[in-house]
């Protein structure tokens, strides 16, 4: 559906209206519709505190990191759920996200939450980063 034109009198910087949806904004929640994840191709409930998911297999990193991987989304959301980062919380409700295999996974919660997948995954904390990245800078 067309993405209803918004003006914001305010906004500096980029413009004062905004005629389609953000890049970033993975989420369109508008008169029910459905998340439509960006790097998921299964993304489903399996009970009410486990998400299963499933990665799109032409997801790759730049700089010759290879794919992205589901031991990159263990390690991006376990990563800020133990850390200082301003959007730690968002991550309060997960307890751990287990690997099936390169592309596959499982989110555990710690209690069931359905907003978890609306205030945590399309936000900051919910960005996967490349855990060979990660750990060739440290």
């Given at each position: 559906r067309p993405f209803p034109q918004i003006n914001l009198p305010d906004r500096q910087w980029p413009s004062q209206t905004i005629t389609k949806a953000p890049r970033w904004l993975s989420t369109d929640m508008r008169d029910g519709n459905q998340i439509t994840p960006y790097a998921a191709k299964v993304f489903e409930w399996k009970?009410?505190?486990?998400?299963?998911?499933?990665?799109?297999?032409?997801?790759?990193?730049?700089?010759g990191f290879g794919p992205?991987?589901?031991e990159d989304v263990k390690?991006?959301?376990?990563?800020?759920k133990g850390s200082?980062?301003?959007w730690a919380y968002q991550f309060e409700k997960l307890?751990?996200?287990?690997v099936i295999d390169q592309h596959s996974g499982l989110i555990h919660l710690k209690e069931p939450f359905k907003p978890f997948i609306y205030i945590s995954l399309p936000y900051y904390g919910g960005h996967i980063v490349c855990k060979a990245a990660v750990e060739n800078c440290l």
């Open positions: 009970d009410p505190k486990t998400i299963a998911f499933t990665l799109h297999d032409y997801l790759t990193w730049n700089n992205v991987t589901a390690f991006s959301f376990e990563r800020i200082d980062s301003a307890d751990n996200v287990e």
